[in-house]
């Protein structure tokens, strides 16, 4: 039975970690996801908290960190300078994940419209791939790639089966995210099957493919996606997204990796962010999902138990 195992940090993406963990941990999962970005969500990118602060908030909490969901910006694919600070940005956020304990990251390259044949930009992004896994091979760290990616030139199903095939490293998995199957709305099972055991992690969160700008303002989505007419960032039952379609074929493929609620809020209050979690939690539940028996609902502290 597809089961969530964790709970990721930007679900809180306006406040900081030293009020999103102890929300996460009252919550009930003990094993957590850190999203931190160069544009917002600025949990655990080059401040505040250290590397050894965070590895002790963590431990006092019985939190287990599984992955570090980060990214400086997204390079510009042609500018070779643009590509080493991508690079030298992660050489030095990687030595800090291990020292916190952390032991996958993501990394997102290719923005799409930058002026190149989109062949040429895979190719060169494929390259950069490989670069920023060799040297996190070197230092014990598995990386994620979240493909496909609305935003990111490896949009659909074949050109992802064509970089998996180049990158045939050991430490290199895939990250499926349920929001961008629900707008790009690609073959699930047979990606799922193609795929195989290069997928590693999952992301639940849901999305439409049409929202308004009405939706966007309501949602009060942050300027890198109000760019679009869909909606990525939508609790679990208030989009399009099949989560009991997504369950059966996780459980079909033998998948037994993490999966993270993703739940991502912004400028929201704490209380709503909390009552937003547990309707999303509920919907998931009521799809097929199983939670971790500690999980609670924040609406009165009851443990799930299931």
Same mark, same amino acid.
């Given at each position: ?9 930007? !679900? ?12 996460? @941990? ?17 949990? %655990?990118?080059?401040?505040? #908290? ?14 287990? +960190?599984? @992955?570090?969901?980060?990214? $400086? ?11 080493? *600070?991508?690079?030298?940005? %992660? ?56 493909? #496909? ?20 490293? $050991?430490?290199? *998995? ?22 195989? +055991? ?14 308004? +700008?009405?939706?966007?303002?309501? %949602?009060?989505? +942050? ?23 997504? *369950? ?31 309707? *999303? ?19 009165? !502290? ?5």
């Amino acid at each position: 039975m597809a089961r969530v195992t964790a709970m990721s940090s930007i !679900g809180y993406a306006f406040y900081t970690l030293y009020e999103a963990l102890p929300r996460m @941990a009252a919550r009930g999962f003990k094993r957590v996801e850190i999203g931190s970005f160069g544009d917002y969500c600025y949990h %655990f990118n080059f401040g505040s #908290p250290s590397p050894s602060e965070l590895r002790s908030m963590l431990s006092d909490l019985g939190l287990t +960190p599984i @992955a570090l969901n980060w990214s $400086p910006a997204v390079a510009t694919t042609y500018d070779r300078a643009s590509v080493d *600070g991508w690079l030298d940005a %992660f050489d030095r956020k990687m030595d800090h994940a291990l020292e916190v304990g952390i032991p996958m990251m993501t990394m997102h390259f290719g923005m799409k419209g930058q002026g190149m044949q989109v062949a040429d930009q895979r190719r060169m992004a494929a390259e950069t791939y490989r670069e920023m896994a060799e040297r996190a091979l070197s230092r014990g760290m598995k990386m994620l790639l979240e493909l #496909p990616h609305l935003y990111l030139v490896h949009d659909s199903c074949e050109p992802v089966h064509e970089l998996l095939e180049s990158l045939d490293l $050991p430490n290199v *998995g895939l990250l499926l995210d349920s929001s961008h199957w629900g707008v790009i709305g690609y073959d699930l099972e047979a990606f799922v099957a193609r795929v195989g +055991p290069r997928l590693w992690h999952i992301h639940l969160r849901d999305s439409t493919p049409d929202a308004t +700008p009405e939706q966007d303002r309501k %949602f009060k989505r +942050p300027a890198i996606v109000g760019r679009s007419r869909y909606n990525l960032t939508l609790t679990p039952g208030l989009g399009g997204v099949d989560f009991a379609r997504l *369950g059966a074929a996780l459980d079909a493929s033998g998948y037994r990796g993490d999966v993270t609620t993703e739940f991502e809020y912004f400028d929201m209050p704490l209380d709503e962010i909390e009552r937003q979690y547990d309707a *999303g939690l509920a919907h998931l539940r009521a799809c097929g999902w199983t939670l971790p028996a500690s999980v609670r609902d924040a609406s009165d !502290g009851r443990s799930e138990n299931r």
